[in-house]
């Protein structure tokens, strides 16, 4: 009784068994839970590596190995450029070059870089700034254009070109030393110079690609450039750019964690250039070289009875072209430069130099560049407009020492006087005087009007015809067109020019400049007789390159035909197979009857040959009847300057042309050296003519290519078919 009343008493108690029970049960559920949660996680994971390591476990190792391996583009050696005989003008040489893979020096502490960088530059003995300058892209603060990197980021970054062997040789065996380093073997153009040549400025050079012109690239799916890829900047290397670079190849090169080079794993080869067939002969480019220079040394050791001073003789071009296809021959500017300069990157101070005036500018080329004005050599042209405009073979006019035009006498060359003459002795003689008559005329019977800028002049029409004032179309970039001083020449001028003139002649003041300025803001549109007259003999604004008197001098001979003036003659690929061939183009027909020609032809040929010629005194006792030269000679009077020397000539087969700026009279002191150049070409050894001593064998240049042997051997066009002709 007393334990059922306690029981009853304490409820709780009896309850206890039960709340236990569940408890326990709970409990072996939370368990269950965390260990299927547990299960889960473990299968999951599971899976995940199953997938990784097994489904798609290729992938990812292709991945890994992306990491440790980076893709190098291998630049293709550059095609050869030859002359006419398979002599090379431009070809390759290996080079050993220091890179930096950015990506990985980028991994690297900045101490660790700056302590690399410095091993680097004591290691090929350059300037620590100028290494760490190379690693710079362009575009990023301190970065300078011309050391700067242009190419792709991830492209290694050349920082030192042209090294020692044995210092890249040490590079290679202190790897460790050098992470994030590649040194490899590269090639670079060389200029083989037979001969002695230069011919820089018919060669050019070469310079990195811009970041403009590898967009256009890759807009055009074009895969023969890259960011590390150097481009034609100048002269045939850019011409003939496309065919020359090639196509690159690419390989691949294997790296540890901290850019140290572990060896190659792979190569996709890349095509070698093509090779360039020039037109040039090197032994013919050699001689005008020298001839020019020598031509110009002596004309600064000649005294100006004019100024009693030295000539300047600041600048000189002269140009070899065959006839009857505009194919040039030779070609040769002063001042020149090196071309070995633009190899592996040129100097900032080089650079400066060759843009210099002071220098002289040498990166000008004053065969296709250099404008001047024509002088006495214009006169044959304007021959053949009179005759064609109400005069005839048979015209007379008096060649007197002076001719007044308005309140100024225009007069001739030491005032020196022939009477009555023709045209014919009236070039020979270069009578200034004769042509002035012509000029005046035309301008009072058809332009008197000063200010009529349509009004017809046969001397300007003629003028154009024979191409002045337009350019040739060489396949040297860069060719100035000239320029023809007519009237709407003149307006256009005018226009540009009258606030300048007119401030400078409100200044006090009475020399020439002043003088000129007033009457120039009043009334310089005006084409007045003067100017007629001045046009006449070359003389005023009209201005020409040599290369232009040169292809024109070219249809005198023959027979009226404009050829668009070639270097290049062939393209070849690394096989030895024509890829293509490059034919003369010819670009107009000049509209002269032939007898007209004929006639203006002997004139020239009495320039050279007759006694009272402006050539014959240096043509004496030269085989004339052998080797027929037609010449005239100019010198061109320059305002504030001394005058240019011109000596324009022609046979069958070949144009010469000289000019030297500030040189003085045209035979004086051009005329020597076209004599040289003649001697040359047809192998002239005193009255004698021999052909087998003649620069080119044959005499004229090969008709044929040359042949291109399996063993990569380039061998003189064959015997049988080496020239087109006799002298």
């Known amino acids: 009784m007393s334990g059922l009343t306690a029981l009853r008493a304490d409820p709780s108690r009896a309850a206890r068994p039960t709340s236990g029970l569940r408890a326990a049960v709970k409990g072996q559920l939370r368990i269950r839970v965390i260990m299927a949660l547990v299960l889960a996680l473990f299968l999951t994971l599971f899976g995940r590596l ?41 070809a390759n040489r290996t080079s050993w070059v220091v890179t930096i893979d950015r990506t990985l020096l980028g991994k690297l502490d900045e101490p660790v870089q700056k302590r690399l960088l410095r091993r680097i530059a004591g290691a090929v003995d350059r300037p620590y700034a100028a290494i760490r300058e190379r690693t710079l892209l362009c575009g990023e603060p301190g970065s300078m254009a011309g050391t700067c990197w242009n190419g792709s980021p991830y492209q290694p970054v050349p920082v030192a070109k042209d090294i020692e062997q044995q210092t890249a040789i040490s590079i290679m065996e202190q790897n460790e030393d050098f992470p994030a380093v590649l040194v490899e073997n590269q090639t670079v153009r060389s200029y083989p110079a037979p001969y002695g040549i230069n011919a820089a400025h018919l060669l050019g050079y070469l310079s990195p690609i811009t970041e403009g012109e590898l967009d256009r690239a890759e807009k055009s799916e074009d895969a023969s450039v890259h960011g590390a890829s150097v481009v034609g900047r100048a002269g045939l290397e850019k011409a003939y ?17 901290v850019g140290r080079v572990l060896g190659d794993s792979g190569e996709v080869q890349g095509r070698v250039g093509d090779t360039l067939v020039t037109s040039i002969d090197s032994r013919v480019q050699a001689v005008v070289e020298q001839q020019l220079a020598q031509t110009i040394k002596t004309a600064r050791a000649t005294v100006d009875e004019v100024t009693g001073r030295p000539y300047v003789a600041d600048s000189g071009a002269a140009v070899v072209m065959e006839a009857d296809t505009g194919r040039i021959v030779a070609m040769a500017s002063q001042p020149t430069y090196d071309p070995k300069l633009w190899v592996g990157g040129i100097r900032e101070s080089e650079l400066q130099r060759l843009y210099s005036q002071a220098s002289g500018t040498p990166l000008l080329s004053r065969a296709t560049q250099g404008q001047f004005a024509p002088g006495s050599t214009w006169k044959p042209f304007m021959t053949a407009g009179a005759l064609g405009d109400g005069y005839t073979q048979s015209t007379s006019l008096n060649c ?25 002795k009236a070039l020979e003689v270069s009578c200034n005087t004769f042509f002035y008559r012509i000029g005046l005329n035309f301008w009072q019977k058809y332009g008197s009007d000063v200010a009529d800028v349509d009004a017809k002049d046969p001397l300007v029409e003629e003028a154009k015809e024979f191409g002045f004032g337009s350019t040739t179309g060489i396949d040297i970039p860069g060719e100035a067109s000239g320029r023809i001083a007519d009237r709407k020449w003149k307006l256009e001028y005018y226009k540009t020019m009258k606030d300048y003139y007119c401030k400078v002649g409100k200044e006090p003041g009475y020399d020439f400049l002043h003088r000129f300025a007033r009457e120039f803001c009043v009334e310089g549109f005006a084409y007045r007789a003067g100017d007629a007259v001045n046009f006449a003999i070359g003389q005023g604004d009209t201005v020409v390159t040599p290369l232009q008197l040169a292809r024109a001098y070219g249809a005198l001979s023959n027979g009226g035909t404009l050829y668009e003036p070639s270097v290049g003659k062939a393209i070849v690929d690394p096989a030895g197979e024509v890829v293509k061939q490059i034919e003369p183009k010819v670009q107009a027909k000049v509209d002269v009857p032939q007898s007209d020609l004929d006639f203006i032809d ?29 010449a005239k000679t100019g010198s061109a009077e320059v305002y504030g300057k001394q005058s240019t020397s011109w000596v324009a000539s022609y046979t069958k087969d070949y144009v010469v042309v000289m000019m030297v700026s500030q040189g003085g009279t045209g035979s004086g002191t051009s005329g020597p050296a076209i004599r040289k150049i003649y001697e040359t070409l047809y192998g002239v050894k005193g009255m004698s003519v021999k052909p087998a001593e003649a620069a080119i064998p044959g005499v004229t240049p090969p008709a044929r290519l040359p042949v291109f042997a399996e063993d990569g051997s380039i061998l003189p066009p064959s015997t049988d078919a080496v020239a087109k002709g006799g002298s």
């Open 50 to 90: 199953w997938y990784l390591q097994v489904l798609d476990g290729e992938a990812y190792q292709a991945k890994a190995a992306d990491q440790s391996v980076r893709e190098i583009v291998v630049q293709p050696a550059r095609g050869l450029i030859v002359d006419d005989m398979g002599r090379p003008l431009v």
């Open 241 to 257: 750019d496309r065919y020359l670079r090639g196509y690159p190849g690419y390989k691949q090169v294997a790296v540890d964690s």
């Open 400 to 424: 007197s020492s002076s001719l007044q035009v308005g309140n100024r006498p225009f007069k001739n060359y030491e005032s020196g006087a022939y009477g009555y003459i023709g045209f014919q």
């Open 602 to 630: 002997a004139g020239l040929r009495n320039v050279a040959a007759s006694s009272t010629g402006t050539m014959n005194w240096r043509l004496l006792e030269f085989p004339l009847g052998q080797v027929p030269i037609r």
